[in-house]
């Protein structure tokens, strides 16, 4: 087991990762010993791993079980209205404990609703999908989703801790693996180097061997908790973990989060900012088909997309990270190098409109 130390404001956790470690992990048993604790588990998840999870769960008498229907339509108010009453039903108090165990979407969920809770109660994630240890579970960001945007109404709620558990990313299909992979390409391109160079030796075939794919976890969340713990709320150098998103989000929101994966709608995000920074003047061409490349090692960045980009730009400008009317991007200078926030240049609408197209194959 390889265990990360998190120190995030006020915030001091541990990220833990390893295979089979949720059964095995002390602290996780010590953190769940007090109080109540209300599992909310993805309910394909339990499917998949019923025998593993029930053995588990068997350890903990003082559990209520939430099953989730995990998908992004509902992560909602609606939904979540479902689960708080639920938490009161079942006599939940300040000192009780959500224990998410699931993907991105199941921790994010969790999250938001232990943050609203009796005006908040703790959380301990277990992500469960490549993108959720990589990405969703680090930094305290939950939120749900509203028709105008993903992730639009949330907050910061650290967890008590992080356990991911590479046993189940056995059975992740490899639609989801390229999931994760788009986050740690982006993590890769922003400034993880180390996870770049293990990038660049391998394809999708041969990065899912366990001690590569643990390697990249590991590398990719130290790297996010170092951005993090200097930027907890997303004032300044936390906006880096953006890059390919704001094209991303708005794709999905667009397509109402049907037909696209988060992973392929950041593919999509990343191939069209780093065609805006090409086009001005910031990355050279030669480094913009260099990111081209490393995606398409992966499988990723060739799915034509059926939007059209003027309305991809129509829900792009209700990204939270907007200021005024203007859309905010990160661009690349070179990977490893962002410009974000006002060191970043108002982009043309001919230019947005341009990459888009040649992203989107229109």
Same mark, same amino acid.
């Given at each position: ?48 791993? +019923? ?17 989730? =229907? ?14 708080? =009453?639920?938490?009161?039903d079942k006599r939940l108090t300040r000192d009780s404990? #959500? +224990?998410?165990? !699931? ?26 999908? $490549? ?26 709620? =650290? ?29 890769? $391109? ?61 794709? &999905? ?5 049907? !037909? ?10 990343? $191939? ?9 003047? $910031?990355?050279?061409? %030669? &480094? *913009? ?20 980009? *003027? ?24 990977? !490893? ?9 108002? #982009? ?6 341009? %990459? ?7």
């Amino acid at each position: 087991m390889k265990e990360i130390e998190a120190v995030i404001g006020s915030s001091r956790y541990t990220v833990q990762i390893g295979r089979q470690i949720m059964m095995n992990s002390a602290e996780l048993r010590k953190k769940l010993s007090v109080g109540k604790c209300a599992v909310v588990l993805s309910n394909h998840l339990y499917d998949l791993h +019923w025998e593993y999870l029930m053995e588990l769960l068997g350890a903990y008498t003082n559990k209520e079980l939430f099953l989730m =229907q995990d998908s992004e339509e509902n992560k909602s108010y609606l939904y979540a209205e479902k689960f708080l =009453q639920g938490f009161a039903d079942k006599r939940l108090t300040r000192d009780s404990i #959500v +224990w998410s165990i !699931g993907g991105g979407v199941v921790g994010d969920f969790a999250g938001y609703c232990a943050s609203l809770y009796m005006r908040g109660i703790n959380i301990i994630q277990c992500p469960t999908t $490549l993108l959720a240890m990589v990405d969703a579970s680090i930094g305290g960001k939950v939120a749900v989703n509203l028709h105008s945007g993903k992730n639009l109404a949330g907050g910061f709620l =650290q967890p008590l801790l992080v356990v991911c558990d590479t046993l189940f990313l056995s059975t992740l299909p490899e639609k989801e693996i390229k999931c994760g992979l788009a986050e740690i390409i982006k993590h890769a $391109l922003v400034g993880d180097t180390a996870s770049l160079e293990i990038l660049l030796k391998h394809n999708l075939v041969s990065v899912q061997n366990e001690d590569v794919l643990s390697e990249l976890i590991y590398n990719s969340v130290k790297f996010k908790l170092s951005v993090v713990s200097q930027d907890e709320k997303e004032l300044s150098l936390r906006s880096i973990l953006n890059f390919g998103h704001t094209v991303g989000h708005a794709i &999905e929101s667009l397509m109402e989060y049907k !037909g696209i994966s988060h992973g392929e709608a950041v593919a999509a995000g990343i $191939l069209a900012e780093s065609r805006i920074s090409r086009d001005m003047g $910031l990355l050279s061409s %030669a &480094e *913009q088909e260099k990111i081209t490349a490393l995606l398409k090692q992966y499988g990723m960045g060739d799915k034509s997309i059926s939007c059209n980009a *003027q309305d991809v730009i129509e829900h792009m400008k209700f990204d939270k990270k907007n200021a005024g009317d203007s859309i905010r991007f990160v661009l690349l200078k070179e990977p !490893g190098l962002p410009l974000y926030g006002d060191s970043v240049p108002n #982009v043309p609408d001919d230019i947005i409109i341009s %990459a888009l197209k040649e992203t989107l194959h229109e």
